[in-house]
């Protein structure tokens, strides 16, 4: 029987992980948080009164087993000057999909099986009036995901306006995982969102599985300036009750200058680098090493290398 490994997190990063682990031999739940109010997903949020469908769409693609042209049509976004404009056809059909069953687990269930995904994916809940919240350091309060990302803050509080129902999916998957994983992405719009729910909380602290963080490798303007493998930890820990992060993956690879500058120049992001003696004393296990990789001209992590890690410590364990 393979092991149960439980990935949560949201976006882009989190689809590239799993693009890489679901050709191992584990059986993966993928949890996502469903709080964006950006661009498609806002829209159709606002339409339709659901959950955020963007960043499930774009792990069910990458966990998803068919050719390449199909992927490509999931994510492609319409120009044009109609209503259509900005829409990512997948976003559509899952939209679609929710009318017509009234469950957004269901409709997962659904376009998982039409694009043969062997794996489980889950929103963190179905409520569709989810609005994340961030109280940040100056003492303003700022409400939506996509304006805690614009706003470029560093948050003293993420929380949710109104506390969300968890699936009970989510919890059962939790109880029996064999490991957690937080997923390389924003730490406040993509992790913190499923972690800081009440019931999550509670089912973490009962676990036995092992808490895994992929770190970032460079850091989020405004959110997390200067901060090292080890503040990325802490900040985890923080919102985290009795049961903390066991493990952190890291890469060790020194960005190429002309790249690093571009980063720092167009995007204000820097290199996270590891802070050895600090992890340390927080007593966290580090596996370092070179996952980088680039695509599209932009820095990512090597898919196959990382996952090749989380195998590797999930036997071990």
Do not use: W
């Amino acid at each position: 029987m393979y092991k149960k490994v439980v990935v949560m997190g949201g976006g882009t990063g989190m689809s590239y992980l799993l693009r890489g682990l679901k050709d191992f031999p584990v059986d993966i739940t993928a949890v996502i948080t469903v709080s964006d109010n950006g661009r498609s997903t806002g829209k159709l949020r606002k339409e339709f009164h659901t959950p955020a469908v963007g960043d499930i769409r774009k792990v069910i693609t990458n966990l998803s087993q068919i050719d390449e042209p199909i992927k490509e049509m999931m994510s492609y976004r319409f120009k044009t000057s109609s209503d259509l404009d900005g829409h990512a056809v997948g976003n559509l059909i899952l939209t679609a999909m929710l009318n017509i069953t009234g469950s957004l687990t269901e409709s997962i269930k659904q376009l998982s099986k039409l694009l043969d995904v062997r794996h489980k994916v889950l929103p963190i809940s179905e409520d569709s009036d989810l609005t994340l919240m961030g109280l940040d350091k100056d003492g303003n309060i700022i409400e939506g995901e996509e304006q805690i990302t614009e706003a470029h803050h560093q948050f003293e509080k993420i929380f949710y306006k109104k506390e969300p129902k968890v699936l009970n999916e989510v919890l059962t998957s939790i109880k029996e995982a064999d490991l957690i994983i937080f997923s390389m992405g924003s730490l406040y719009t993509s992790i913190l969102p499923n972690i800081i729910c009440k019931e999550v909380e509670d089912a973490l602290n009962k676990t036995k599985a092992p808490i895994m963080y992929t770190c970032n490798i460079v850091t989020q303007p405004g959110e997390t300036d200067n901060f090292t493998v080890g503040d990325h930890v802490k900040l985890l820990n923080r919102y985290l009750d009795k049961k903390k992060v066991n493990v952190v993956i890291a890469n060790n690879a020194k960005i190429d200058e002309e790249m690093a500058k571009k980063y720092e120049s167009e995007e204000q992001k820097d290199p996270v680098l590891i802070d050895y003696s600090e992890l340390e004393k927080i007593g966290v296990e580090l596996i370092e090493h070179d996952l980088l990789t680039i695509d599209d001209n932009t820095l990512k992590h090597d898919s196959l290398k990382l996952s090749s890690l989380i195998f590797s410590y999930l036997m071990r364990k």
